[in-house]
């Protein structure tokens, strides 16, 4: 059974850091596209960061290039993302997906992702 479990959200100051972890079971992470996407109250579910297999390195939202750093332990199964000068405009709820189909074009696509966490929340204090 495939699943998906983040943890590692919570509530940080402006200028904090937090570092969220994806692990995965059921399938293998480093054999498909995988990232991670957010969605704050009222806006559509946006791709941050993302390994896709035919790019060489990883995708990154332009709004957090420089501050989150992607990764992934193939021993543990685990992606995680690194988030540090975390902004009150990065607060949302921030999933992990993968994409078993192989039918993603992008990261930008989040539709293209068929299997999701439940979501961890993170809250950036001003």
């Known amino acids: 059974q495939v699943q998906l479990v983040e943890s590692g959200g919570g509530l940080v100051q402006n200028g904090g850091s937090l570092r969220l972890s994806c692990a995965a079971s059921?399938?293998?992470?480093?054999?498909?596209?995988i990232g991670w996407f957010r969605q704050a109250p009222g806006k559509e579910r946006e791709g941050v960061s993302c390994f896709m297999r035919r790019e060489g390195r990883p995708y990154y939202l332009y709004s957090v290039e420089g501050r989150f750093t992607i990764s992934k332990d193939n021993a543990k199964n685990t992606m995680y993302l690194e988030m540090s000068s975390l902004k009150p405009e990065d607060t949302a709820v921030y999933y992990c997906?993968?994409?078993?189909?192989?039918?993603?074009?992008?990261?930008?696509?989040?539709?293209?992702?068929?299997?999701w966490g439940q979501g961890t929340q993170v809250t950036v204090s001003s």
């Open positions: 997906a993968a994409d078993l189909s192989g039918v993603a074009r992008g990261c930008y696509e989040p539709g293209g992702f068929g299997s």
């Open positions: 059921g399938f293998t992470l480093d054999y498909y596209n």
